[in-house]
């Protein structure tokens, strides 16, 4: 499976760290968009283009959860978005995961096998969503599935 990525991260090391991390967990074959912070990642991010975003929280300009907010209330739903970040406490993983839409949360620092085991239900959900039939009929069935 080919992904285009958005991996958004104020630091250029952290964002070749999580390029790195995800092409050595091989769950698919990856293009990269850099961004570094939120509004950078809005000017950058196509949904017809790119398949899913890896965001840090804490970044200048825009934060990785106002990115994710913004996203979520542009009709984006379809593309996944994963948090990698070093905010852990409960209250921050709420807010990403219900209150921002989130599609997974990873805490830094984070293995390959950890990356494996928390990406593993995104990309099978991208693998669903890309063999649903296209046109009028894919287009009702996902109305009727969300």
């Given at each position: 499976m080919?992904?285009h ?13 999580v ?16 961004a ?45 978005i ?40 995104v ?24």
């Open positions: 080919n992904i990525a958005l991996v958004v991260d104020d630091s250029g090391i952290m964002r070749k760290m390029m790195r991390s995800l092409r050595e967990a091989k769950l698919a074959e990856f293009i990269f968009t850099e570094v912070d939120g509004k950078d990642a809005l000017a950058k991010f196509d949904p017809q283009q790119m398949d899913m975003i890896f965001a840090d929280w804490n970044m200048p300009n825009m934060s990785g959860i106002e990115l994710v907010h913004a996203i979520r209330g542009s009709q984006t739903q379809h593309v996944p994963v948090m990698i970040t070093t905010e852990g406490t409960m209250g921050k993983v709420e807010e990403a995961l219900d209150r921002g839409g989130v599609d997974g949360y990873i805490i830094k620092p984070f293995t390959v096998d950890i990356l494996t085991a928390k990406l593993t239900p990309f099978e959900k991208i693998e669903q969503a890309r063999q649903k039939p296209k046109g009028f009929f894919g287009r009702m069935a996902d109305k009727l599935a969300s």
